[in-house]
């Protein structure tokens, strides 16, 4: 297992192994702005990558300033990458899919 930045991390990978989803942890940083130069000013590495589905998954936690900020790369992705798929799980989404799945330990 890769050393997550957060434990709800940790949980949905547990979950995706528990269900044989196949997921690649931080594979892809995004360009999101660049100054005249050309070097990066802004980017955004999500969390998951599931390359069965060809779609990215980024967990937050419950506290707002987070959640703003994510909120806006993710807005800021689709923009400058519209064909990127990708889906923001707050944590409490994480915990409620252990719950109904029956993953304990999840979040």
Known sequence: MPGFAHSS???LAELLDAYGISWEYEPTTFVLDANERGQTTEAFTPDF??????AYLE???LRQPLVTRKNRKVR???EKHPDVRIKLLYRRDVETLGAKYGIADAA
């Open 9 to 11: 991390e940790a949980d």
């Open 49 to 54: 990558f599931l390359p069965d589905y060809n």
């Open 59 to 61: 967990v937050t936690t």
């Open 76 to 78: 800021k992705l689709h």
